[in-house]
């Protein structure tokens, strides 16, 4: 029994050791991510200093609760069949929760109410009961979602000899928002900085103004719904099919933390889309297999974007498609910054944002940041990147995902894509 203990002990604390290790490399990448040291990126650094996000606040805090579920192993006792439950009823009780906050920010809004407190009194009160109940039930949804995602995980042979590394860990967590900084005579990443969740579309604006004025930059704050950092932050006021999408997505980003193409993920643009298209297509084939096998939700059909311009049918004024109007607002934006024409193009994309917005897509603001920002992922309509349809014709020459993920995980440049594309070209032939 002495010996049995030893062993278990010192199992569990390298176990830990491990853990500790995972988190500080995957935060020490991410936080590279966060401010490399360029100029155009110390100076919006300076800028925004005020609302920065700190990240190492949240590893400490998220790291010693993983721990903690490492030695507790929440939920594991349930059955399968209440564990799926516990989840759906989470999922609910959140979707109820976010449905009562825009209630009550609504009330405030309303410039007819003279006490907007008393308005809301009870719906407040409420809200407090439903975020009590959210907090006690969310360790173990979490854990419950981990295993799950874990075993589709292990069934598609991500894991080497039984053991998925890194581990899944995630928490639901109230997500940064990223500062995009683009030039504005062309569309580029030039520097971007996570803030502090929570911001007010005020403090956003004050932000964009701020830096856009001082550098003569297109910007843009955006809502995350994930974080690659370890363990990863993912929100949860979204469908469950997205969330087990996005658990997998920011899972392949710490995975390939330990791999040529995440430590040459910041190296250029074209690395950065490969990076993220590659977690977009394992994210997104590893939910539909876990929502499918535990939750019943039916795998979608794909839908390819058209990879030519040419291929764009013409505008149905019967039917408003986002996808193919977004990927005809860039084309036609990329075509004026090609010719020199900044104010025209930014006249055209606010009038096109105007109507995406009357056609129920509530776009804040559409400029050269949110492309920059959007077309990093390069399966998005936003993108007009090449990279996308590589990767997904790669995905189809690869027999399954494991082989895809071992696949591109060596790649070290952009060239290197197209060298594996031929490779796998040549042996279907």
Do not use: C
């Not at 790291?63 to 209440?82: F, K, W």
């Not at 839908?303 to 607002?329: A, C, G, K, N, Y």
């Not at 992922?377 to 349809?389: E, L, M, V, W």
């Amino acid at each position: 029994m002495s010996s049995f203990r030893s062993r278990f002990f010192l199992l569990l604390t390298l176990s830990l050791l491990l853990l500790v290790l995972t988190g500080i490399l995957g935060g020490r990448l991410i936080w590279h991510h966060f401010w490399p040291q360029t100029p155009i990126q110390k100076q919006v650094m300076r800028l925004v200093r005020p609302w920065r996000f700190n990240l190492w606040a949240y590893e400490s805090k998220a790291i010693l609760r993983q721990v903690d579920n490492m030695l507790t192993r929440p939920g594991s006792r349930l059955n399968p069949r209440d564990q799926v439950a516990m989840v759906r009823d989470y999922v609910t009780l959140t979707r109820r929760i976010h449905r009562l906050k825009r209630e009550i920010e609504g009330t405030y809004a309303d410039p007819t109410l003279a006490n907007p407190q008393a308005a809301t009194q009870a719906q407040q009160q409420t809200l407090e009961r439903l975020l009590q109940l959210q907090a006690q039930a969310r360790p173990l949804v979490e854990a419950i979602l981990a295993r799950q995602v874990t075993t589709v995980m292990k069934d598609l042979h991500l894991d080497r000899a039984g053991i998925l590394f890194p581990p899944i860990a995630f928490r639901f967590s109230a997500l940064p928002n990223y500062l995009i900084v683009s030039p504005r005579d062309r569309i580029e990443l030039e520097a971007g900085v996570h803030l502090r969740p929570n911001l007010t579309v005020p403090q956003k604006e004050h932000i964009e103004d701020r830096v856009a004025r001082a550098l003569n930059r297109s910007t843009l704050v955006e809502a995350l719904g994930g974080l690659g950092v370890w363990p990863t932050m993912i929100s949860d006021e979204a469908s469950l099919s997205w969330i087990l999408d996005t658990i997998a997505h920011e899972w392949v980003h710490t995975y390939l933390a330990f791999q040529p193409l995440g430590w040459h993920m910041f190296d250029s643009p074209q690395m950065d889309t490969i990076n993220e298209t590659v977690a977009t297509i394992i994210g997104e084939e590893v939910g539909a297999e876990v929502g499918y096998r535990y939750y019943g939700i039916p795998k979608p059909t794909p839908h390819p974007l058209p990879q030519q311009p040419t291929q764009l049918p013409p505008p149905d004024p019967q039917h408003f498609d986002f996808q193919v109007e977004m990927r005809r607002t860039r084309l036609h934006v990329d075509a004026l910054l090609a010719q020199g024409k900044v104010e025209e193009a930014e006249a055209y994309m606010e009038a096109r944002r105007r109507e995406f917005v009357a056609h129920g897509y509530p776009i804040r603001k559409l400029n050269q940041a949110y492309f920059a920002f959007h077309g990093s992922y390069a399966t998005t309509s936003a993108s007009t990147d090449p990279i996308g349809p590589k990767l997904r014709e790669l995905r189809q020459l690869t027999p399954d995902l494991a082989t895809f993920l071992h696949q591109v995980q060596t790649i070290r440049r952009p060239q290197d894509l197209d060298r594996l594309l031929a490779r796998w070209r040549e042996a279907r032939n």
